[in-house]
């Protein structure tokens, strides 16, 4: 395979390491090779091994015409999902806290020339009633999200709501870990969040494309390609070492996002050890002065799980996040073929979780699963998947290469797996309907015999027990 010159994924440069060229060259290699049997028996011989592939690689396997490797794919994929995330899938909600900004993004309903969405910033008391209301859910993990904004939403106030979020204590709630989605920003911003406890620092590209890029992004800070595609190597070197990557499908074409993700995942892995602790699926949706339409590199409900199964394999050990921009029926669809954490019961509103809350038309985009966490939460055990509020490793230190470790080494069943369980039990104790605690504890007792060592599985049963009696928070 000739490889181009550019290219380093070692070097600090955002057009060395997502090289436009390497892209060119590989979606061209996988052109050439996507009926080629031989050449794509090798790579799923090497993908069976279970220790990922290259951008290459994969990106032949995404392109792949043998109706009978396709199905290879997706049973590979299913088998990675099973073998390192097991049937768990971890749930969590968005929390806007403010929608001023400061940018131009064409698709984003936030952006800066939208005069007519209403403006809308939570103070930290209404932080605290949104938080009580994601607590009454049943939520334990949020994802924080803001425009960019540095007058309004500088990083003192990000912090303090982070701050505020952990700190509410409501009936048997809690918020144990706060993701945070916000827009690049400096190393020394990056260790003010790091200090004030977060989880995974998330930032979708949008797009690898460093062309579109630009027309998409024509004003604001964030016009800056390259500030933008650095942005994690600035959150490694502050020590945030859980990031999570995305491209917005539909505003460049899928095969090159699908190269630069994984070019991106191969970076990061030369240059810190780690790879990406999440990559999320997102789409382009309806907003409010944004109509998906007008992009025409949208993917189809196929390609897009093609491309979730193809990613499966490349990078196993990654959690993999769908929101609720999918509707119930594409999640149902795709969540098998790797998806580790969905969102449940989301708005995408500033204070949208109000009780009776009347929309106040301030959405990002329009959402397209509206059933409450209880319903995703029992349908997700019709499935036959644990639905787990856990949040033990990142509160027991196990983040960057120490959690890769600890999925490689597939711990999972001894850890993982009792602590889905027990989290759920204190789900069904504290907010489910009667139907929903009658299916979640006869699935517990089920899965409690999956648990391998023999110690923890008695460990597991005696929690599980004091949770009934009223304990909370316990933790392998
Ligand atoms: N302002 C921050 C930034 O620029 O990175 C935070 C991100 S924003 C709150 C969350 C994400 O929503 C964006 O990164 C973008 O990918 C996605 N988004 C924006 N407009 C959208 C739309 N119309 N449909 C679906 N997702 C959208």
């Known amino acids: 395979m000739e490889k181009c010159t550019k290219y380093n994924k070692f070097s600090d440069k955002a057009e060395e390491f997502i090289a436009d060229e390497e892209i060119v060259q590989t979606l061209q290699f996988a052109e050439e090779h ?3 049997a031989g050449l794509i028996e090798d790579i799923l011989q090497k993908a069976e091994e279970m220790q990922g592939l290259s951008h290459r690689e994969a990106c032949v396997l995404l392109d792949c015409e043998i109706e009978e490797y396709n199905a290879r794919i ?49 103070t930290q008391s209404e932080i605290a009633e949104q938080v009580r209301a994601l607590q009454d859910m049943g939520h334990k993990r949020l994802a924080v999200e803001a425009g960019e904004d540095p007058k309004h939403n500088p990083i003192e106030y990000i912090l303090e709501s982070i701050d505020t979020i952990y700190g509410i204590k409501h009936k048997n709630g809690a918020i144990r870990r706060v993701n945070v989605n916000i827009a690049a920003t400096s190393v020394e911003n990056y260790r003010k969040l790091h200090k004030a406890g977060i989880g995974t620092y998330i930032l979708f590209q949008e797009t690898y494309d460093k062309r579109n890029y630009e027309s998409l992004h024509p004003s604001g800070p964030k016009s800056d390609y390259a500030y933008h595609t650095e942005a994690f190597d600035r959150a ?62 949208a993917i189809s409900d196929d390609t897009f799980a093609k491309i979730i199964a193809c990613t499966r394999i490349a990078v196993p050990y990654t959690g993999m996040i769908i929101s609720t921009r999918e509707s119930k029926a ?20 500033v204070g949208g979780y109000e009780t009776n809350a009347a ?15 209880d319903e995703v939460v029992r349908w997700l055990m019709e499935l036959g998947y644990v639905p787990s509020f856990c949040t033990a490793c990142y509160r027991a230190g196990r983040t960057g290469d120490r959690f890769m470790e600890f999925c ?69």
């Open 34 to 36: 996507k009926n080629d």
């Open 359 to 373: 929309d106040n038309g301030s959405a990002q985009f329009e959402v397209s699963d509206n059933r409450s966490l």
């Open 236 to 297: 490694m070197r502050a020590g945030i070492d859980d990031v999570g990557l995305g491209v917005l499908f539909g505003l460049s074409t899928y095969r090159y996002e699908f190269a630069g993700l994984l070019m991106h995942a191969e970076h990061l892995e030369a240059k810190f050890g780690v790879g990406p602790h999440t990559i999320s699926f997102p789409r382009i949706k309806r907003a409010d002065d944004i109509d998906p339409t007008a992009f025409s590199n």
């Open 330 to 349: 594409v999640r149902e669809k795709v969540i098998r073929y790797g998806i580790s954490q969905i969102s449940g019961g989301s708005k995408t509103t």
């Open 408 to 476: 490689k080494s597939q711990q999972i069943l001894n850890f993982c797996h009792p602590n889905a369980l027990m989290t759920l039990k204190e789900y069904l104790e504290d907010y489910a309907t009667a139907e929903t605690k009658k299916a979640g504890d006869a699935l517990i007792r089920a899965n409690i015999a999956q648990i391998p060592r023999g110690n923890v599985r008695l460990v597991c049963e005696r929690y599980l027990h004091e949770i009934e009696q009223g304990a909370r928070d316990f933790r392998f």
């Open 74 to 122: 997706f049973q590979l994929a299913e088998e990675i999902k099973q073998k390192f995330y097991g049937n768990r899938i971890v749930l969590f909600a968005p929390l806007y806290l403010s929608n001023y900004c400061v940018n131009g993004c064409v698709y984003c309903p936030y952006h800066a020339k939208n005069k007519h969405i209403p403006r809308l910033k939570m």
